[in-house]
């Protein structure tokens, strides 16, 4: 079935440094591929996204590279801030019945980033 | 914005009680969901509706059921809790139809503790 991984956490690392959460994926299809971020007792957002090989999701100096040849969709940020420690999930959407698409989830990476 | 609601963000229940856990969404999607959320698990999905009074199980819906009995409305029910229920439960919507359908909506999430 779908899956995704994502690189193990915690990650710590200190303001402005160059941030790399890695996530791969296992899918049957095209899915549409997705970082969400969850900050401290909040619900989850949707930081990007990207529906098809190559393309490129960005938001808030957040990047990921839709990469069909490797199955990744690594998240990148050249300047991390303070206010970027969260929970990020790497996730895929996976086809349900009646037009419907559930998102499978990364296990969620913890970044805490330090003054 | 999309804006999803859910009734409590923190409950505790004793092991063998009922629990209902409300979720409400205001932008008329048709599709609803259920997660929870547990650490180095990400989301797994419980249960899902396309509509009104239709409902499908999900990857792990044992020992929860779910009712939608309106649009924006779509509870999930413990019908007798046990203690590896404690979790995050997360609620999300999407739409049926547009460019936008593989993009889940999530609410703030009800952290519940089963004693």
């Known amino acids: 079935g779908d899956s995704v991984t994502q690189m193990e956490g915690p990650v710590t690392l200190s303001e402005e440094a160059f941030l790399t959460i890695n996530c791969t994926y296992t899918?049957?299809?095209?899915?549409?591929l997705f970082w969400y971020v969850q900050y401290p007792g909040e619900g989850l957002q949707l930081l990007l996204k990207?529906?098809?090989?190559?393309d490129k999701g960005s938001n808030k100096g957040f990047e990921a590279t839709y990469r069909k040849e490797t199955t990744s969709f690594h998240l990148e940020k050249g300047s991390v801030q303070v206010s970027d420690s969260a929970v990020y999930f790497c996730?895929?959407?996976?086809?349900?019945?009646?037009?419907?698409?559930?998102?499978?989830f990364g296990q969620g990476t913890r970044l805490t980033i330090n003054p | 914005d999309v804006k999803v609601t859910q009734s409590s963000r923190y409950l505790v229940k004793r092991t063998g009680e009922k629990v209902f856990l409300e979720c409400v969404q205001d932008?008329?999607?048709?599709?609803m969901f259920w997660y929870r959320q547990d650490p180095g698990l990400g989301l797994r999905l419980i249960y899902f509706?396309?509509?009104?009074?239709?409902?499908e199980k999900g990857d792990i819906p044992e020992g929860y059921s779910v009712s939608r009995e309106k649009k924006e409305r779509f509870s999930l029910i413990l019908e007798s809790a046990s203690t590896n229920q404690t979790s995050m439960y997360l609620c999300?919507?999407?739409?049926?139809?547009?460019?936008?359908?593989?993009?889940?909506?999530f609410g703030p999430g009800t952290r519940l503790t089963v004693l």
């Open positions: 932008m008329d999607h048709e599709n």
């Open positions: 899918a049957t299809g095209y899915p549409s």
């Open positions: 990207a529906t098809k090989a190559d």
């Open positions: 509706s396309y509509d009104v009074k239709m409902k």
């Open positions: 999300a919507s999407t739409p049926l139809t547009g460019v936008l359908t593989d993009t889940q909506y």
């Open positions: 996730a895929l959407s996976a086809y349900l019945i009646q037009g419907a698409q559930k998102l499978v």
